[in-house]
């Protein structure tokens, strides 16, 4: 797969941090759980069989009436009115039977094998709560983790754990794109401001510090007064002020670069500018470059974090890591929200410096494997 001599170079170097090895494998453990977190947390069922056929209600509608029911919406899956009409196929057997057995349904102590009913069976996901499920059986808000909610439940009795885990993803996914972005932004920029220097340096900079001063947080408070933020548009404002970290490095790597004795030999003998630029002085400005992309998307999840915390970062009906941080300061009494968002927020961004480490010492030339 790796034919090239720097490849190998590059792979040994990363395997030889095992910091950075440990930290990937289990970060990518985790992002795959929370990419798939419909099948991990969700009020729905992930299958369900009725009288023979398979049903999907966590990825497709289905009416009640396809249950066997008298409403055209969606039915209620958690409740045991519903679990009994799917398990013994008619609302008759359930009102017919002893009173608590829809208690015992609700409670997974009913087993339609044993009690003669074969209509039909439901599958649930590891954690039977998504991110905005309400459980109305909680009592006290916020209620401490049980063997229901392992977590325990925010002040709106919504499931800790099955938040932190769309919250997870999101923040990720988040990061990820807004440092692609913007990395491809902020190199492109740098690297001409660096290779044609002059005037064109120059302008440059000029726009810079004039983009550089302008405050980031009172854009998005006035585009949050205009527009309702969603994740694109509040993706598009942060990339918008996150491109400019890069420029000064790529610039000045190549500024370092462009008069070297193979710059100007490719020059004489006629190679373009962009390919000079981005074949032969890229890669010596890929070190500083990786060097600070643990900083920005360190950043990128934190600055999501805060403008949660504060009010002007996702909307409420998104599950958000700042938010939970948010519900943790309004109720100390409930120290299990601390704890949920700090050792998530914090683990996360652990192990992505720690993979961004060995990632820079796998680019650095100056770093041999032994």
């Known amino acids: 797969m790796f034919k090239s001599s720097i490849s190998r170079r590059r792979l040994?170097?990363?395997?030889?941090?095992?910091?950075?090895?440990?930290?990937?494998?289990l970060f990518s453990f985790l992002f795959v759980i929370c990419l798939f977190a419909e099948l991990v947390a969700n009020d729905k069922p992930l299958l369900v069989s009725f009288k023979g056929e398979l049903h999907t209600p966590a990825f497709k509608f289905y009416p009640e009436t396809a249950f066997g029911g008298d409403f055209e919406t969606e039915p209620q899956y958690p409740d045991p009115v519903v679990q009994c009409l799917i398990k013994t196929g008619g609302?008759?057997?359930?009102?017919?039977e002893p009173e608590d057995m829809l208690?015992?349904?609700?409670?997974?102590?009913?087993?339609?094998?044993?009690?003669?009913?074969?209509?039909?069976?439901?599958?649930?996901?590891?954690?039977?709560?998504?991110f905005n499920t309400i459980n109305y059986d909680v009592l006290t808000a916020p209620s401490p983790p049980d063997s229901n909610h392992w977590l325990g439940t925010d002040d709106q009795t919504r499931d800790v754990l099955a938040r932190i885990i769309y919250g997870?993803?999101?923040?990720?996914?988040?990061?990820?794109?807004?440092?692609?972005f913007s990395s491809i932004v902020g190199i492109v920029a740098g690297a001409i401001m660096g290779y044609f220097g002059g005037w064109v340096d120059i302008v440059f900079q000029r726009i810079l510090e004039i983009w550089q001063s302008t405050p980031m947080l009172y854009v998005i408070i006035i585009m949050g007064a205009i527009f309702t933020l969603n994740f694109t548009i509040l993706t598009a404002l942060i990339i918008l002020f996150s491109w400019m970290g890069l420029v000064g490095y790529v610039r000045a790597e190549f500024l370092r670069t462009r008069n070297?004795?193979?710059?100007?030999?490719?020059?004489?003998?006629?190679?373009?500018?962009?390919?000079?630029?981005?074949?032969?002085?890229?890669?010596?400005?890929?070190?500083?470059?990786?060097t600070v992309l643990p900083f920005l998307i360190t950043g990128a999840i934190?600055?999501?974090?805060?403008?949660?915390?504060?009010?002007?970062?996702?909307?409420?009906?998104?599950?958000?890591?700042?938010?939970?941080?948010?519900?943790?300061?309004?109720?100390?009494?409930?120290?299990?929200?601390?704890?949920?968002?700090?050792?998530?927020i914090s683990i996360m961004l652990s192990l992505l410096v720690f993979i961004f480490e060995g990632v820079r010492d796998a680019f650095d030339p100056r770093k041999t494997f032994k």
Request: charged content about 15%.
């Open 12 to 25: 040994a170097n990363f395997r030889a941090n095992r910091r950075a090895v440990w930290s990937l494998w």
């Open 91 to 96: 609302l008759e057997a359930c009102f017919d």
């Open 103 to 130: 208690e015992q349904i609700a409670a997974g102590e009913f087993d339609v094998s044993t009690e003669g009913y074969t209509n039909g069976w439901i599958l649930w996901a590891p954690i039977p709560y998504s």
């Open 168 to 180: 997870f993803r999101i923040s990720t996914v988040f990061a990820l794109v807004v440092v692609f």
């Open 260 to 290: 070297f004795e193979y710059v100007r030999a490719a020059r004489a003998l006629g190679v373009p500018d962009w390919k000079i630029m981005f074949r032969h002085l890229l890669p010596n400005a890929m070190v500083a470059t990786i």
């Open 302 to 344: 934190g600055g999501l974090t805060t403008l949660d915390f504060i009010g002007y970062g996702l909307p409420p009906s998104y599950p958000s890591l700042g938010e939970l941080a948010l519900q943790a300061r309004n109720n100390l009494q409930s120290p299990w929200l601390a704890f949920s968002a700090f050792f998530s």
